[in-house]
Every structure is written in structure tokens, then in C-alpha cells.
């Protein structure tokens, strides 16, 4: 089941994410500031978290907002399983609610950012499999030699 995140969900997100070993530290830190912001206002602004949960365990989570300043391009900031639980659909279910989200919500377009490091080869071919396009790559933008890789996948409606 995939439901809308409560505060309450924040700590074990905060733990699945940093139990991948994908993110740095800093990242884990944002992460907890991005849902802090998010149960406090950005809500309100339009921002969308959602929790994949099995049995009332928790499987993972997708956190999605509106592009500021566009016409209905969307951005998905975190999509994240329980490292136990990869390749085993979870993200793609996760990736398609918010799809369907944003489609519903009459978005054009969904951006998503990923790093170069090896590590980062299976996300990649997540998004490719998808349907998105890597659509650019900011040079050396997360540090020297880890570039960020930008994916993009449009929706039928203009």
C-alpha cells in the first residue's frame, strides 16, 4: 500500500535511507530537514511524500514537489526502498504512483537528478527502464569527478 507520509513515519525514513549506504552524510541531513519542512509548511505549497508500506512495515518512500517558477514541471527529490528490499518492484511502484500523481495534477514534465559514481549505475538504469531520458550532465557539480545526471520524463497532456 502506498499512503501519504505522517510525522510520525520520518525516523524510520531517515534509517532506510541511510541503511543503503548510497547517501553521504550531508544528504541524510537534508533528508531530515526536507520532511521536517515538509510536515510543518510545504504541504501546504504543494510538495507530496508518500510511504510504501507492507503489513505496517514500512518499505520505502518517494518525496515529489512542484519546480518553482515553472508551468507544471514537477521534480522527484528522494525515491528510496529498504535496501533488503531493492529490484523487487517497490521503487517502481513508488515511481509510477507519483507518476500518475503528476498526471493527475496535470504535469507536464518530471525531472529527476542522480550522481556519476558507480554506485549510482543501478538508479541510472532504473530511470532509463522507465521511460526517462538523460536529458543532461552537470560536470563535476556534486564534487570533483561525480557529476549530476539529470533525467527527464514529459507527460501527454500540454
Same mark, same amino acid.
Given at each position: 500500500m =502506498?499512503?501519504?507520509?505522517?510525522?510520525?513515519?520520518?525516523?524510520? /525514513? =531517515?534509517?532506510?535511507?541511510? &541503511?543503503?549506504?548510497?547517501?553521504?552524510?550531508?544528504? =541524510?541531513?537534508?533528508?531530515?530537514?526536507? $520532511? #521536517?519542512?515538509?510536515?510543518?509548511? &510545504?504541504?501546504?505549497?504543494?510538495h507530496?511524500?508518500?510511504?510504501?508500506?507492507? &503489513?505496517?512495515?514500512?518499505?520505502?518512500? @518517494? *518525496?515529489?514537489?512542484?519546480a @518553482?517558477?515553472?508551468?507544471?514541471?514537477?521534480? /522527484?527529490?528522494?525515491?528510496?526502498?529498504?535496501?533488503? /528490499?531493492?529490484?523487487?518492484?517497490?521503487?517502481?511502484?513508488? $515511481?509510477?504512483?507519483?507518476?500518475?500523481?503528476?498526471?493527475?495534477?496535470?504535469?507536464?514534465?518530471?525531472?529527476?537528478?542522480?550522481?556519476? $559514481?558507480?554506485? *549510482?549505475? $543501478?538508479?541510472?538504469?532504473?530511470? =532509463?527502464?522507465?521511460? *526517462?531520458?538523460?536529458?543532461?550532465?552537470l560536470? #563535476?557539480? *556534486?564534487? @570533483?569527478? #561525480?557529476?549530476?545526471?539529470?533525467?527527464?520524463?514529459?507527460?501527454?497532456?500540454?
Amino acid at each position: 500500500m =502506498i499512503r501519504p507520509t505522517t510525522p510520525d513515519d520520518s525516523e524510520v /525514513l =531517515i534509517d532506510i535511507t541511510q &541503511n543503503t549506504g548510497l547517501f553521504k552524510p550531508i544528504e =541524510i541531513q537534508a533528508l531530515r530537514e526536507v $520532511l #521536517d519542512d515538509y510536515h510543518a509548511d &510545504n504541504r501546504e505549497a504543494g510538495h507530496r511524500c508518500v510511504t510504501a508500506e507492507e &503489513n505496517g512495515e514500512v518499505l520505502g518512500f @518517494a *518525496y515529489f514537489a512542484p519546480a @518553482a517558477m515553472t508551468d507544471r514541471s514537477w521534480y /522527484l527529490w528522494w525515491i528510496v526502498v529498504r535496501q533488503d /528490499l531493492q529490484a523487487r518492484g517497490i521503487g517502481s511502484a513508488l $515511481l509510477k504512483y507519483v507518476e500518475q500523481e503528476i498526471a493527475g495534477l496535470q504535469g507536464r514534465v518530471l525531472f529527476v537528478e542522480t550522481g556519476s $559514481l558507480p554506485h *549510482y549505475e $543501478l538508479t541510472r538504469r532504473f530511470y =532509463i527502464k522507465h521511460g *526517462y531520458d538523460s536529458h543532461a550532465l552537470l560536470k #563535476d557539480y *556534486y564534487s @570533483a569527478g #561525480d557529476s549530476m545526471v539529470v533525467f527527464r520524463k514529459g507527460f501527454a497532456h500540454t
